[in-house]
């Protein structure tokens, strides 16, 4: 990595930080240099403004959890065991990418062009793959008849709307037994729904 490169790492990561924890507006450019350890001015001359440093660290930031990598696997677990396979690996990539998801959410009045978008390549990222998942078992004739990528939305709508207000609007950390419990839980309704049997 060259000295000029390594420079506009150290301020995109500055930015993502400062930026998490005080807003875009709350966060001046010479916070940023100063956390980098680099003067404002070659703040300056590396992004031009503080909006087009924010845009740059949007777009490094694309928090897209490793997924895809990870759905050919699920063929040897069973249904539930898979869903909690991905529910914890999602939650986990969510509480790695905090800041970027505080960022999203506390900025989208800002910018809600390119917020949307890295917020709308996010869902995609991580329905897509779980929806052909859904039609795989589908075919199979495991599971019934239903829309797979509105099952793939609600599933991991249901997680980020969890980890968004446990995190993010509460302040407290989802610990290792809170997930294991909540997660199995979330993915009980989401296999059994709510009506007791016979009903």
């Given amino acids: 990595m060259t000295k000029a490169s390594e420079t506009k790492e150290k301020l995109i990561n500055a930015a993502l930080k400062l930026i998490s924890q005080k807003g875009y507006l709350g966060t001046t450019t010479r916070e ?115 829309a797979p990528e509105l099952a793939a939305r609600a599933f991991m709508g249901m997680l980020f709307s969890y980890f968004r207000t446990e995190e993010i609007m509460k302040g407290a950390a989802i610990t290792k037994k809170m997930m294991e419990r909540d997660v199995g839980q979330f993915v009980d309704i989401f296999i059994h729904g709510t009506l007791r049997n016979g009903s």
Avoid: C
């Fill in 32 to 146: 940023i240099a100063r956390t980098a350890g680099v003067t404002e001015l070659t703040l300056f001359r590396r992004f031009g403004s503080k909006q087009r440093l924010f845009e740059e660290l949007l777009a490094r930031h694309m928090f897209l959890p490793a997924l895809r990598e990870l759905l050919p696997g699920l063929g040897s677990l069973s249904y539930e065991e898979a869903l909690r396979t991905v529910a914890t690996r999602f939650l986990l990539s969510l509480k790695e990418r905090k800041p970027m998801v505080k960022i999203t959410h506390s900025e989208i009045n800002l910018y809600p062009e390119k917020i949307r978008k890295v917020y709308l390549q996010f869902i995609d990222g991580t329905t897509v793959d779980l929806a052909r998942y859904f039609q795989a078992l589908q075919k199979k004739g495991l599971l019934r008849g239903f």
